[in-house]
Structure formats: C-alpha cells, structure tokens
C-alpha cells in the first residue's frame, strides 16, 4: 500500500533547526515530484517548497528562502526538509505531497514542528 510517513518535527528554539523526513513506499518515488506543505492554526495550507523527481530543480515559498532546502534521496526512497534559522512563524503541521502526471496526490499524515522559547 501507499505510504508517506514524515518525521523530525518536534520542538525548537527560534533560530534552531530541524530536519523533516518523508519516507515513501508502495509506489515509485522516483516518477514523483514532492513537496512540503505547511498548516498554520486559521491559515490555509500553503506550499513552502517543491522539488522534481530526479531532484534537479526546486522551489520555496517566499517566507521560507533561504532558510530551508529540500532534497531527495531517490535510492533510499526518502525526502527531506532542512529547515534553518527557524523562527516562530514556522510553527505549523507540516506535510510531504507527491505528484505524478495523470496520477492521484499522495499526502502523508503530517508532523509537527513548534518554534518557540
């Protein structure tokens, strides 16, 4: 079955890091592009960034350039999001989507990243 299953939230201080992990499996990562959504409590989910299957492009939101890097790691079936110099704002549940042409999304379940002293 499909699975996307991220890890590495937590809570940080602001100006601390984390590293969020997006384990796929069921189906072949490697055809899919994925990104990292992020939900603020009374905002609407918002992309913060996007990288293409072979992982030779990305993208980030705005409030997020700069400071996070995603990347792909094809072989291990895993994606990643690097998230530096974290402040307060950052605060939200975040989530790995892939997409693939003419394909259903595939969203995992989400994690939690609290940015706070």
């Known amino acids: 079955q499909v699975q996307l299953v991220e890890s590495g939230g937590g809570l940080v201080q602001p100006g601390g890091s984390l590293r969020l992990s997006c384990a796929a499996s069921g189906f072949p990562f490697s055809y899919y592009s994925m990104s990292w959504y992020r939900q603020i409590p009374g905002k609407a989910r918002e992309l913060v960034a996007y990288?293409?299957?072979?992982?030779?492009?990305?993208r980030y939101s705005d409030s997020v350039r700069a400071r996070f890097t995603i990347s792909r790691d094809n072989a291990k079936n895993i994606g990643y999001l690097q998230m530096n110099s974290l402040k307060p704002e950052d605060t939200a549940v975040y989530y790995c989507?892939?997409?693939?042409?003419?394909?259903?999304?595939?969203w995992g379940q989400g994690t939690q990243v609290t940015v706070s002293s």
């Open positions: 990288i293409t299957n072979t992982g030779n492009n990305a």
């Open positions: 989507k892939v997409s693939s042409n003419n394909t259903r999304d595939y």
